[in-house]
Structure formats: C-alpha cells, structure tokens
C-alpha cells in the first residue's frame, strides 16, 4: 500500500551509494557487516546490502544462502555455481 500522510512523520529515509561490485572467486573474500553480496546465475540474481547483516542474526553461509533462495531465487545452494560479486555501501 502507498505512504499515507499520516505516515510521514513515521518514515526514516536511508539512502546507500554503491561502491562498484567486485568479482569474487570465493565466499572467503566476503566480510559479513562490511560487504553487500550480488548473486547473478543466467537471469537470475540477488542482492543483500551490508546493513541486512545487522538487522539479521545471520551467519556468512545464512546471508549468502538467503540472498540465493530469497532474492535471486536460485535455491539455498544456487550460489555455489553462481558468479558472486561484492561491493560496499555509503549510507546517509
């Protein structure tokens, strides 16, 4: 449903500025609560931002699990014979 009016004084804006994606060859480059994951097999893909890491009590394997099924809907494991980018987030 749209924002009502009454809903305005509610909101908190949080814009992020992506750093450009990294291609990584494996999970052990991804630093969970510093970078953001991209998951892209075919034409399918997934993104979580670094900040999902600290409103989740996830793991790395949970985060990059989640974002698979989830967001790119490739199944828990999709990730393991996906291409797998990182990047970072400048949030104001």
């Known amino acids: 449903m749209p924002v009502t ?33 991209y998951i892209k097999k075919g034409y399918r893909s997934g993104t979580f931002l ?12 949970e985060f990059v699990g989640h974002c698979s099924q989830d967001k790119a809907g490739l199944g828990w494991d999709g990730w393991k014979d996906a291409e797998l980018y990182v990047y970072e987030a400048i949030v104001f």
């Open 5 to 37: 009016r009454d809903e305005l004084n509610d909101l908190d804006i949080e814009i992020s500025v992506l750093t450009p994606m990294r291609h990584i060859k494996s999970l052990d480059e991804f630093e969970l609560h510093r970078h953001g994951i």
């Open 50 to 61: 670094p900040q999902v890491a600290d409103e989740v009590n996830w793991t790395k394997e």
